[in-house]
């Protein structure tokens, strides 16, 4: 399956997440944001449960309130990313073994399992994914190379 697009990438939810806090927004994750603006991000079926969880998760320690998850994931919809599905034995086999050799949690891998297939890059702020993934292959846009590619 090639959903290559010249401008897309794989979303990770470490990066989208930090569009939610104000405090966790770097020079990275706003060139990853203003790169949808002329590009596509694909995800990974396990996205939006990440999101939508921190994002829960959030409200219970009062960092964020009901209305602004509401304003986040509906902020979230406009964008240009679209979920992936992963079929099953495709999950419980090829993710798990790449969890596996690059000592990552499963819900990681799909992440780079995703680009791997897609041929596309990683846009990612967990150190540990950027690294297995650059093990792998898969390409880990930089700051610039991603505002570039915008």
């Given amino acids: ?5 010249e401008r897309g990438f794989v979303l990770d939810a470490s990066v989208a997440l930090a569009w939610a806090f104000e405090d966790e ?3 990275y994750t706003e060139a990853v944001l203003d790169a949808l ?11 939006p449960l990440e999101i939508s969880n921190a994002l829960v998760v ?11 998850t509401v304003r986040f994931l509906t902020l979230l919809k406009a964008l240009p990313i679209q979920t992936v599905a992963e079929a ?11 969890a596996r050799e690059q000592d990552l949690s499963v819900y990681d891998a799909t992440y ?6 897609l041929e596309l890059p990683l846009a990612t702020q967990d150190e540990r994914l950027a690294q297995a993934a650059q093990r792998c292959g898969a ?12």
């Fill in 1 to 5: 399956m090639k959903a290559k697009r």
């Fill in 25 to 27: 927004t770097s020079a």
């Fill in 37 to 47: 603006t002329t590009g596509q991000a694909f995800v990974p079926t396990i996205w």
């Fill in 58 to 68: 959030a409200e219970r320690r009062g960092r964020f309130r009901a209305a602004d």
């Fill in 88 to 98: 099953r034995d495709r999950l419980w086999g090829e993710v798990v073994c790449l």
């Fill in 112 to 117: 780079l399992d995703l680009a791997m297939r």
């Fill in 139 to 150: 390409s880990v846009p930089a700051m610039r190379a991603v505002a570039e590619n915008a």
